[in-house]
């Protein structure tokens, strides 16, 4: 039996490397340049993958509660956890297992409906909510002071069940089943530890991390990521996104915060082009700046129309979350489009789900939405329904490293 098992060498596939002979050679944007054709992004490094990695095109995110009250059943679901993501983002089964060779009468480890698949450049991305940092598992003396419950800000209609979490885990791959069956795997071996929370599909990614992707668009129909910090730039990376000189276990971590914000597409779809192009600040067909000709041009913030107004009206989106107006504060968006069916009116539950990731909540996230919350013109046609934040740790080491050692050891 191959003890390194990988799913297409058995299925028919082309055939992925195998796991030790996946060779370390990635670009800033965390694609591994060797194993490009079979689309692994590298699981060790400095920072985890997933957060600057070029933004794969689906989503499946998972928030859990930890049910079980013991540190030792915590510690090592935490390192079978990493043991299986490094697996299945190298392309192989969830676990060690062959399916040719279990038993008739055995249950198969690996649910199966990746046997076939890519990885697709599957990333696989852990943070720990503020809630397991209360006395449960002695790890309240190390709780990041910025990781605190956000606040509730203007206009939240939050749904308690889809908000929080202790734990969370953000799959992003090209293939939507590869992401939902490396969630599923997950979730299944930590069962008696950890339940679900809540969780969020995702499609088309609403955002781009490298300049190599083109801006996709959100269900507004307007580009989006135009202004986003791209991997290609590591200083604003490190002054924005990387926790650093904390001498903590968050040193090369960062924070993650997701808001799931529900469309109202079918009052957007009523109004006129103007008035949806004053709402964002830009021209829907090019994505560029009202008043200029290109996506990339700078937005013209000081400049007026004649005795109209500013160009880019003072509650356009984009204005209001621009750096220009925030005191250089930046962030790194990771957003996806959803739909979730239909309400009980007839509507598409529908619209963005916002993933902002930094360094610091305090001055790069919470004022910005306070911001957007209180005067965005967006707010017409949106409504926030849940809000979490997660801290996430460095990125692994080695093979030998798993998710949450530096806290573990922080609190031994
Ligand atoms: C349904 C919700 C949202 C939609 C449809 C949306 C859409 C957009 C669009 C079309 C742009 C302009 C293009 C670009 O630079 O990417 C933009 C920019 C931006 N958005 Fe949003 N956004 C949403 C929510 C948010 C939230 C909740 C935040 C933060 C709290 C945020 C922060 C930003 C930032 C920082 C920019 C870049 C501004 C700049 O520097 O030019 N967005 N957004």
Redo the contacts with the bound molecule.
């Keep these: 039996m191959s003890r390194s098992f990988s799913r297409r060498a058995l299925f028919g596939g082309a055939g992925l490397l195998a796991a030790g002979t996946v060779t370390a050679c990635s670009d800033s944007s965390g694609r591994d340049g060797v194993t490009a054709a079979a689309a692994i992004v590298k699981f060790n490094g400095p920072h985890q993958a997933g957060i600057v990695t070029a933004q794969q095109d689906r989503l499946h995110f998972a928030a859990f509660n930890v049910v079980s009250k013991d540190r030792t059943e915590l510690e090592e679901l935490l390192r079978t956890w990493t043991a299986m993501a490094r697996r299945m983002t190298r392309g192989q089964t969830a676990v060690d297992e062959d399916i040719s060779e279990v038993g008739q009468h055995s249950v198969p480890q690996d649910t199966g409906e990746a046997y076939d698949l890519e990885p697709a450049n599957l990333t696989l991305t852990i943070g720990f909510g503020p809630s397991l940092f209360d006395e449960r598992f002695g790890f309240a003396s190390a709780r990041p002071a910025e990781l605190e419950d956000l606040p509730k800000f203007a206009g939240d209609q939050l749904i308690g069940k889809l908000c929080g979490g202790d734990i969370a885990i953000q799959a992003c791959s090209d293939n939507p089943q590869v992401a939902v069956h490396a969630i599923r795997n997950l979730a299944r071996a930590g069962r008696g530890v950890v339940e679900y929370k809540w969780s969020q599909l995702g499609f088309g990614h609403?955002?781009t991390t490298t300049r190599e992707q083109q801006?996709p668009r959100?269900?507004?129909g307007?580009?989006?990521?135009?202004?986003?910090i791209k991997a290609e730039d590591t200083d604003l990376a490190d002054e924005h996104i990387w926790v650093s000189g904390t001498n903590s276990w968050l040193d090369g971590g960062t924070f993650l915060?997701t808001?799931r914000?529900r469309?109202l597409l079918e009052n957007w779809d009523r109004q006129v082009l103007s008035d949806q192009e004053e709402t964002?600040?830009?021209v829907k067909s090019s994505?560029a700046?009202l008043g200029r000709e290109n996506e990339f041009d700078e937005?013209p913030l000081d400049e007026y129309v004649g005795t109209s107004g500013p160009v880019i009206p003072l509650t356009a989106?984009?204005?209001l979350?621009?750096?220009?107006e925030?005191g250089g504060a930046?962030?790194l968006?990771r957003?996806y489009n959803f739909t979730d069916g239909i309400d009980d009116f007839g509507h598409m539950d529908a619209?963005?789900f916002?993933i902002?990731i930094v360094n610091s909540p305090a001055e790069r996230?919470i004022p910005?939405?306070k911001k957007?919350a209180k005067s965005?013109k967006?707010n017409e046609?949106?409504r926030?329904e849940s809000s979490a934040i997660f801290a996430c740790p460095p990125g692994l080491a080695d093979d030998n490293d798993w998710w949450g050692r530096g806290l573990f050891e922080a609190t031994a």
């Excluded at 979350?321 to 220009?324: E, L, Y």
């Design positions: 609403a955002s801006t959100n269900l507004f307007f580009k989006d990521g135009t202004n986003n915060i808001r914000i469309m964002f600040g830009r994505g700046p937005l989106h984009a204005r979350a621009s750096h220009q925030n930046r962030m968006r957003a619209g963005l916002f902002a996230f910005i939405q957007l965005d967006m046609y949106v926030y």
